[in-house]
Every structure is written in C-alpha cells, then in structure tokens.
C-alpha cells in the first residue's frame, strides 16, 4: 500500500476533511470561515498566503484552508489540490467581476487535480442585492429573496457548465457570511458529498 493510500485510509477512518477554499480577493472567503468558526466579523483581514482553521461538525473534522485570491496568488492555486476532498469556490455576488471569478473558475477546473474532487460554489454577498440599504419590509424583502437568488443560481449554473468538468459532484448555494444565511445548507452539503465519494 502507497503512502498516499495509507494517508487516505487514516483520514476516512478519522473523518477528516481537507476543504479548500478558493476565489478571488474580497470575495469574503475569510469571512465565511470567520462564520464557520463563530468568530466575531468585526475586523476580518485580506489573507495574504493562506489560513488554515479546523471546525468539528456532525462527527467530522474539516481542516479549512482559506487561500488568498490576489492575482499574485493565483498560479500557486493548484500546489493545494494535493488530498483536497473538497473544493469551495466563493463569489461575490455584488461584484462587478464576476466574469473574472468564472473565468479564474474554468481554468482551475480544467486542471487533472480537480478528479475526485467535489465543488460547492458559494454566491456569497447576496445580502447586498436583496436589501442593499436595509430599507424594504421583511415581506418584501423574502418575496424579493426567493426571487432574485433564484435567478442567480440559475444564471450561475448555466454560465459554468459545472457538469462538463472532472468534479465528483457540485452545487451552487447563495449565501451572506455577513447574516448566515446559507452558510449551513453549505456545510451540510459539504458533508454529504464527502458521504457519498466515500461510500460512507
């Protein structure tokens, strides 16, 4: 048995996850890992390099590594791949980039150390297109919610082609690091696609 088996055998039996987290900068990966952790959002830095936090949840480990998107960065993505079980891509649905941050998308996925690997594509930030100035009632607000993140999902989905890549399963979720919404539905879905690529 390789080493690379044996690695791979101890992290299954120890339910161990290795979850990179990838986009570009201020796209608000840190402040979903600072969400994930229930650390205060206060002051989150830009990550220059790379973080790595650990959080238990439902009987696993996932080991976060939360890596700068800086275009100076960007071509040392790939050397992190290496027994990454999952990939998670962040956009920031606000932005005016978010041609750039599907195009930084492909060209990774493209990549062979993409194979067994599965992708949560998270549209972060939808706090600002529903209610930018938080001056809407609460019903108009949810009736706008349901509506608009519909649509941007759909629009997500169909501009990647996330099907025509090597990737063991994905899903796009809209998402606020900022009022939690969708951060839970996206970690419940990173676990069960660890699940199912194991056979757990």
């Given at each position: 048995?390789?080493?690379?088996?044996?690695?791979?055998?101890?992290?299954?039996?120890?339910?161990i996850l290795r979850v990179l987290i990838l986009?570009?900068?201020?796209?608000?990966?840190?402040?979903?890992?600072?969400?994930?952790?229930?650390?205060?959002?206060?002051?989150?830095?830009p990550t220059m390099g790379f973080n790595i936090e650990t959080i238990s949840h439902n009987g696993f480990t996932l080991d976060l590594w939360d890596i700068?998107?800086?275009?100076?960065l960007r071509t040392f993505w790939n050397n992190y791949f290496d027994q990454t079980d999952i990939l998670i891509w962040v956009i920031d649905a606000s932005s005016d980039r978010l041609g750039e941050s599907w195009l930084e998308l492909e060209r990774l996925s493209n990549g062979e150390w993409v194979k067994g690997v599965?992708?949560?594509?998270?549209?972060?930030?939808?706090?600002?297109?529903?209610?930018?100035?938080?001056?809407?009632?609460?019903s108009k607000v949810q009736q706008f919610n349901k509506d608009k993140l519909q649509q941007t999902r759909a629009d997500v989905i169909e501009h990647l082609q996330l099907e025509k890549f090597k990737y063991n399963h994905w899903e796009v979720i809209c998402c606020s690091a900022y009022n939690g919404?969708?951060?839970k539905e996206g970690l419940e879905w990173v676990l069960n696609a660890y699940k199912k690529d194991n056979d757990l």
């Open positions: 048995m390789g080493l690379l088996s044996i690695i791979r055998k101890h992290k299954l039996k120890s339910k986009g570009l900068d201020n796209a608000g990966k840190t402040t979903i890992t600072h969400r994930l952790l229930n650390k205060s959002l206060d002051k989150v830095n700068g998107g800086q275009k100076s599965s992708v949560l594509i998270w549209i972060n930030k939808v706090d600002l297109l529903i209610d930018p100035e938080g001056t809407q009632s609460t919404m969708g951060i």
